[in-house]
């Protein structure tokens, strides 16, 4: 049997797996799994406990190299197959196309260069690189060898990097002399050079050279990526791993300061991001697929690297942004490299759907068979615009539900074989036990309901753990709701199953795309010398789904509040990155609070949305005057 045979088709086929995989999910799961490549087989395929010190684990003791399945395998049958098309910042420069005979030597090069360096199974190494073909290369040498990759998006500042550095213990650090983003360029090197003051980890740093702009150096630590690679072997022997061995460590925020390291394995996520992908986007062997996202998200490593090669796609991978040199750039790329599917955020939409549908429809769409959509709700609006202008209203389109702990798509409807619903994700995948509850708990079993989402069940690309702290991991996702996964989601049902998914239940705030812990921000406004205290809250905003806004309690009143919120903007700006500016500063001279001194966000919330007639009752808080002080400020 191979995966293909594992092909839902249609709407009867996805409830018989969906009914199989409830049954027997280790039968299910197995049979997947055993189209793979494997060492040693696994003898069973689940073993967990979601009660106590939660604990999954998929195919273990089963021993496989992901690179060898994403790679080698189709080097034997179909060598010259296109794995990659690049395309670049520049519209007039060259697209970078590699077969996957190609990318498996640049791979094992690289590969072998990280070994001459010492890097060996269950190192950690830091990727910090702009969207370019060696990001690919990079973090696959790294599965080659069997090192736990840790890529931070390159539009992160320097004080992000070194946390995420720090907090992994990295010895390695690949990054760039510089990003070309649009119009602009990113100086990577120095923001590297930054981070890594405080990163004793590190002991060699990687640099490839993109932008050719002038860079400091560092003989002891720094190496060219070309000399690193210069006369080394194309072959190189896949590190032999389980199933559960670490694959990657990626960041996501969390509410607390601190980023969480969430970790994938090498087995459940290899099944599981391969199975989604070729159900979800209905890939055929000869499709040229294109998701828009950055290898730096979760997005970027099931959906662009891992899922693809696995089931042997050939992706486009693009450097540089919608906007530029104009707001055709993503169908002029569609057009010229006849894509398939396309797999972008409700963000992107949005602003595309800002101008003219000339940018679209001057170009020649036809070869779309399947439109994606990841990051947030989509809303209604956003959703029409993509069906009309771009789909033509022909094209089956998906909204992909899932998160970075998640590892995988876990709710959409399969592309042109399960009913689609706008803004809705609609049905969970095969395998995938989506349940709601109220806030106690309860499980709400009408058919219509709305609740807080959970999973009850194991699916094979769960992250395990948080990096370093199983304990926090153990908090946040599986003592809310006691023997089930809580993702932090509300959603809402209709009478056939299909899940809208309403919004974050936590203090994340998702600005375009980008999922933001308010905590962190706050911690960093609050480092400013004139700041008492602030709270961070998101508002709905036309183009970025979501914009913060930030209240802040100074210590002594300012007659140049100019200057000290362009501070504030600056300091999140260097701590976090450019994405967690607030778009509005509030000062205040206090915060609404509960009896207990718990900020009530909820109300901040609403003053920010322009909401004033829905704030409830606010008449327990500890200080409602300062209600009415802020709605004056802000009308
Ligand atoms: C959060 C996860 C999954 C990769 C990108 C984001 C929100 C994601 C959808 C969707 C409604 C969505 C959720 C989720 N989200 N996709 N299709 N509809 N909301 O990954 O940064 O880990 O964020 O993004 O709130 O929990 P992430």
Excluded at 72 to 99: C, F, G, M, S, Y
Excluded at 147 to 174: E, P, T
Excluded at 323 to 328: M, T
């Amino acid at each position: 049997m191979t995966l293909e045979d594992f092909k839902l088709r249609t709407p009867e086929q996805y409830k018989e797996a969906q009914q199989q995989a409830i049954k027997n999910p280790d039968l299910f799961w197995a049979e997947i799994a055993n189209t793979f490549e494997w060492k040693t087989p696994f003898e069973k395929a689940l073993q967990y406990n979601w009660n106590d010190t939660p604990s999954t684990e998929w195919f273990a003791g089963g021993k496989l190299n992901i690179t060898e399945n994403c790679l080698d395998r189709h080097v034997a049958t179909q060598p010259d197959k296109l794995a990659l098309i690049w395309e670049p910042n520049e519209p007039h420069d060259t697209p970078v196309k590699l077969t996957y005979k190609e990318l498996l030597e640049a791979v094992c090069t690289f590969a072998n260069g990280l070994k001459n360096q010492g890097v060996s199974k269950g190192d950690r190494v830091c990727i910090y690189l702009p969207m370019v073909p060696e990001l690919t290369i990079a973090v696959l040498a790294c599965a080659r060898i069997g090192a736990i990759h840790s890529v931070v998006f390159a539009g992160f500042s320097a004080s992000a990097l070194a946390a995420r550095i720090q907090d992994s213990g990295c010895s390695i650090l690949i990054t760039a002399d510089g990003a070309f983003r649009g119009n602009k360029t990113v100086p990577l090197k120095d923001i590297a050079d930054d981070a890594l003051k405080t990163c004793e980890s590190v002991r060699k740093s990687i640099v490839l050279q993109r932008t050719f702009e002038p860079i400091s150096w560092n003989n002891k630590l720094d190496v060219w990526w070309h000399d690193f690679v210069d006369g080394l072997s194309s072959s190189c022997t896949p590190e032999i791993m389980d199933a559960e061995d670490v694959l990657f460590i990626l960041y996501t925020s969390g509410s607390t300061g601190k980023p969480k390291g969430m970790v994938h394995t090498c087995g459940g996520y290899m099944v599981y991001t391969a199975y989604s992908f070729m159900n979800v986007f209905q890939y055929e062997q000869d499709d040229v697929y294109w998701c828009t996202a950055d290898i730096g998200w979760i997005t970027g490593h099931s959906y662009m690297v891992y899922g693809p090669l696995a089931v042997g796609a050939t992706s486009v991978h693009f450097e540089g942004v919608p906007s530029y040199p104009k707001w055709n750039r993503f169908w002029e790329i569609c057009e010229k490299h006849k894509v398939n599917q396309f797999y972008t955020a409700p963000t992107a939409i949005r602003a595309l759907a800002k101008h003219p549908s000339s940018h679209v429809t001057n170009h020649d769409l036809s070869a779309l068979k399947v439109l994606g959509s990841v990051g947030e709700p989509i809303n209604e609006e956003a959703w029409n615009w993509y069906d009309t202008h771009v789909g033509k209203n022909q094209v089956p389109i998906v909204d992909t539900w899932w998160q970075t702990e998640t590892g995988g798509i876990l709710i959409s409807s399969l592309a042109g074989v399960t009913p689609q619903k706008p803004t809705y994700a609609t049905l969970p995948l095969p395998g995938i036990q989506a349940a709601l509850v109220d806030d106690k708990g309860n499980p709400l079993t009408d058919k219509e309901a709305e609740g807080i989402l959970t999973i009850n069940f194991p699916w094979p690309s769960i992250a395990r753990t948080i990096w370093g702290d199983h304990k926090r991991y153990q908090e946040v996702y599986f003592s809310a709701f006691p023997g089930r996964y809580f993702p932090g989601d509300g959603a809402l049902r209709d009478a056939d199953g299909n899940y809208r998914i309403t919004g974050r239940v936590d203090d994340v705030v998702i600005v375009s795309g980008h999922n933001l812990g308010t905590a962190p921000i706050e911690n960093s406004i609050n480092e400013h010398p004139e700041v008492v205290e602030s709270a961070v809250v998101g508002y709905p905003h036309d183009i970025k789904g979501n914009a913060l806004m930030a209240y802040v309690i100074l210590y002594n009143t300012t007659d140049d509040s100019e200057r000290l919120i362009k501070e504030i903007r600056e300091q999140i700006s260097n701590t976090i990155g450019p994405i967690a500016k607030p778009d509005r500063v509030l000062i205040v001279s206090g915060l609404p609070k509960t009896r207990s001194g718990k900020i009530m966000r909820r109300i901040l919330r609403k003053l920010a949305s322009n909401e004033m007639d829905q704030l409830g009752d606010i008449s327990t808080l500890l200080n409602p005057e300062i209600v009415e002080e802020i709605k004056k400020e802000l009308s």
